[in-house]
Nanobody, 123 residues
Framework: QVHLVESGGGSVQAGGSLRLSCVVS????????RGWFRQAPRKEREMVAR????????LFSPAVKGRSTISQDNAKNTLYLQMNSLKPQDTAMYYC????????????????WGQGTQVTVSS
């Protein structure tokens, strides 16, 4: 089992920054690929960024690429998403997710999810 707890969401004005955190606990072999997803009202959930903890490779959605970084503090087993130059269209519930590998994460297969943290960006 893998347990994920997010924090760091909030309300900011456009152009501001936020750093989301996700503490990961449990079997690390079941959570080698970790990422952030978001879901806005009346929209489908989309992947924002992911990190392969084995290779260190990262991937970002076009919507946030260049404005966001994803990283992990191994000592704290915490995943971060730093988002800069926030836009009103970034408003959504953000979820931390983990899977055995990134193929499973993409396919939604045996994915562990956090409870979500709300990000609201005002214009």
């Amino acid at each position: 089992q893998v347990h994920l707890v997010e924090s760091g969401g909030g309300s900011v004005q456009a152009g501001g920054s936020l750093r989301l955190s996700c503490v990961v606990s449990g079997y690390t072999t079941s959570s080698a690929c970790r990422g952030w997803f978001r879901q806005a009202p009346r929209k489908e959930r989309e992947m924002v960024a992911r990190l392969d903890t084995g290779t260190g490779s990262t991937l970002f959605s076009p919507a946030v690429k260049g404005r966001s970084t994803i990283s992990q503090d191994n000592a704290k087993n915490t995943l971060y998403l730093q988002m800069n130059s926030l836009k009103p269209q970034d408003t959504a519930m953000y979820y931390c997710a983990a899977a055995r590998d990134c193929t499973d994460l993409y396919l939604g297969r045996d994915v562990y999810w956090g409870q979500g943290t709300q990000v609201t960006v005002s214009s």
